[in-house]
């Protein structure tokens, strides 16, 4: 089959071998040749070229739950379980899931592999820091509990690690209990983006915070954006406080021709959104599906950028040269010419302890260009912006960037590489985006 | 609602299943592997259903489905719904060349249900109310050249279904036969997929709802009905040449 991720940009030729529990995957791992060289597969929701390889190993059918502690706040679940279905399961316990990305649908697994993080990060953290305990199985078949204090180096390489050292089976991830299922929301409008970060760094304490930034915006309302703070919702003893809120979503059936999204489009989009939010009532009251996952409504929606697809491009600076590093970046890429879509600016917290989690303090943008020839270069020199600022890029969503771009940017790649070598030698593990890091050969 | 499930760790079974548990049904689950019925438990607990128990049994063992049944039900406390689920995929070449080979799926696919279903008619019967639920496949609708072991024992069921809907019509109890098409399950992981091919989920989803609605014959998903009925109509000195 033709595989490729979300942003559908590389497509590749693999195996898709779809195990119909985790017996079947070790056993599958524990009978391949030593060439041959796999990757796992959640739900397909990384957008470039990190789960795929020759033969994918797909976790679709690993999507059981095993236990479920209601006093003690832990979920233990198969690795293909996504991230909606817990909700559905918790939330009418009142129990919600620490971290959030973007989207619901996103697996477990992949949710440890990528080491995922939410509008909440200067708070909680991310993903992973709320997972107790992992199964792996090895490149040898071999199945290992890892945790902070079983194996605890596999377990910091593990988690964030891409899936390199192995295949997520299983998980144990502590919940957190909220009073409802809705979620306050005030917004604050910024005309630029010094006014953006001044809201921000006023509202630390918020616990969800992230704004939305017009990228097409250019002279003194550069950067200008509206931020949204949310807090969860006080209960108000009705039945509806701890409704899992499934809402039908429109698909769009095919990919829509690339040139309708242009800078006039994008542009006008932008341009309306924001008059629309800045003209709006600063608070309201949501529920948490229309908080967190807004895009979810709309499936495929990675279809609107043609068939050629599109590329993600997020990445951090520290907080010490962010507002200068951004305004650098947006200010090149309209000289450019090009535009996002979607733009998010968010603050981090302090780093984790995995070796290759992206999330570090400072400031993450994310953008999101169409796939053309022309953007690579571009995104070859704002690589460079990044660098000079001690910045790095998300590799979740990464599709091009260089050998030496990634090991300047993540320091504790030697460490990593030296446990990958330990459980699993041959490359047995491997995407063609560790290809393409020199992670593996 | 009391869900009485058979061959329950198949992936549309499971499907249907975790539908039940969120309605906070109690179930009982039947199948060959204790490990996946064990797992299977769990997982339904957890999705809410209002209690779980299950036994383990080789269902071509027809001897012991009589007794099996009447433990199951009893420790279900009654019984609401009888969703019969388990079947196995052929490889046709094999099967053609050995009678012994055609008569195991023949029995597992065709036998097997005929006897449950002669166990669970009384039971239902009795109470005067329930439904019994059958899934079959459009593979029984005719017999075509790659799969007709299969579809025989297919068939073989869906017959009989029509028959017992009749006699159980007076006895306030009501008989499904739900026929999916092409479902993306690990029982088909060796088939390149298409676009006709749905999800274990999209069946489950059409399974309950047929049940609920007191549907007759149901197609999975539904544009089989039109597929099949094309396939039906066609002339049988056509049909012989046709290799699908």
Not at chain 1, 43 to 63: E, K, T
Request: proline share 4%; with cysteine.
């Amino acid at each position: 089959m033709e595989a490729m991720g979300w942003g559908r940009y590389p497509k590749a030729k693999a195996d898709l071998i779809e195990p119909a529990d985790a017996q079947s995957l070790q056993k599958f791992v524990a009978s391949q040749k030593k060439s041959a060289s796999c990757i796992s597969r959640g739900a397909g929701r990384s957008y470039g070229d990190s789960a795929l390889a020759g033969q994918l190993i797909g976790s679709r059918f690993l999507d059981s739950f095993l236990a479920l502690d209601e006093q003690q706040h832990t979920l233990r679940c198969g690795a293909g379980v996504k991230l909606g279905d817990i909700l559905k399961v918790c939330l009418p316990r009142g129990l919600f899931l620490p971290v959030l990305p973007g989207t619901k649908e996103v697996s477990v697994g992949g949710a440890i592999a990528a080491d995922v993080h939410g509008k909440n990060h200067h708070r909680d953290g991310s993903f992973c820091q709320h997972v107790t305990q992992i199964s792996l199985v090895l490149a040898s078949g071999e199945v290992v509990s890892c945790s902070a204090t079983q194996n605890p180096e596999l377990f910091r390489a593990s988690c964030g690690g891409m899936g390199l050292t192995g295949a997520i089976v299983e998980a144990t991830l502590k919940l957190a209990p909220v009073p409802s299922s809705y979620i306050d929301q005030r917004s604050l409008v910024a005309n630029n983006l010094q006014e953006c970060f001044a809201h921000i760094e006023d509202n630390a304490d918020s616990k969800y915070s992230v704004a939305w930034l017009d990228c097409l915006a250019t002279g003194d309302s550069l950067g200008r954006s509206v931020l949204y703070l949310g807090e969860h919702s006080v209960a108000k003893n009705r039945k509806s406080d701890r409704k899992y809120h499934a809402r039908s979503s429109i698909g769009v059936p095919f990919s829509t021709p690339s040139f309708l999204l242009n800078k006039s489009s994008m542009s006008l989009f932008n341009m309306t959104y924001y008059s629309l939010q800045k003209n709006k009532s600063r608070t309201s009251r949501l529920d948490y599906d229309n908080y967190f996952f807004p895009l979810d409504r709309l499936s495929n929606w990675n279809r609107l950028y043609g068939s050629k697809g599109f590329l993600q491009y997020q990445f951090v600076l520290p907080c010490e040269g962010a507002l200068e590093g951004i305004t650098t970046v947006l200010e090149k890429i309209s000289k450019q010419g090009k535009g996002s879509f979607l733009t998010v600016l968010k603050k981090f917290g302090e780093a984790n302890e995995n070796l290759l989690s992206f999330p570090k303090s400072g400031y993450t943008l994310t953008l999101d260009f169409k796939n053309e020839a022309s953007l690579f270069p571009l995104l070859d020199e704002l690589d460079q912006i990044v660098l000079d600022h001690d910045g790095r890029l998300y590799l979740a969503k990464d599709a091009r960037m260089s050998e030496a771009v990634f090991k300047a940017s993540y320091p504790n790649w030697e460490a990593f590489m030296a446990i990958k070598a330990k459980v699993d030698p041959h490359n047995r593990f491997a995407s063609l985006q560790s290809n393409r890091l020199g992670l593996t050969t | 609602m009391k869900v009485l499930i058979i061959g329950a760790t198949s992936a549309i079974a499971k499907a249907a299943a975790r539908i039940y548990a969120q309605q906070n049904c109690s179930l009982h689950l039947i199948a060959r592997n204790g490990e996946q019925l064990e797992a299977l438990s769990s997982d339904l607990l957890v999705r809410g259903a209002q209690a779980v128990s299950s036994s383990v049994l080789d269902l071509n063992k027809f001897a012991e489905h009589g007794k099996l049944l009447g433990a199951a039900i009893e420790e279900l406390g009654g019984v609401d719904i009888a969703l019969i689920c388990h079947g196995s995929l052929p490889d046709q070449e094999k099967v053609e060349i050995s009678f012994k080979q055609a008569q195991k799926e023949i029995n597992t696919n065709g036998l097997s249900v005929i006897s449950l279903l002669t166990e669970l008619a009384p039971t239902f019967i009795e109470q005067h109310s329930g439904t019994l639920a059958v899934i079959t496949s459009v593979a029984g609708d005719r017999g075509r050249q790659p799969n007709f072991v299969y579809g025989a024992a297919k068939s073989l069921v869906s017959t009989y279904l029509q028959g017992l809907r009749g006699k159980l019509l007076a006895h306030n109890v009501h008989v499904v036969d739900i026929r999916p098409g092409l479902v993306d399950s690990p029982m088909t992981a060796q088939f390149p997929k298409g676009p006709l091919w749905a999800s274990p989920e999209q069946v489950a989803q059409k399974i309950v709802k047929s049940i609920q609605r007191g549907s007759h014959t149901v197609y999975a998903p539904g544009y089989w009905r039109a597929i099949m009925f094309v396939v039906r109509i066609i002339p049988d000195f056509i049909f012989k040449r046709l290799k699908f």
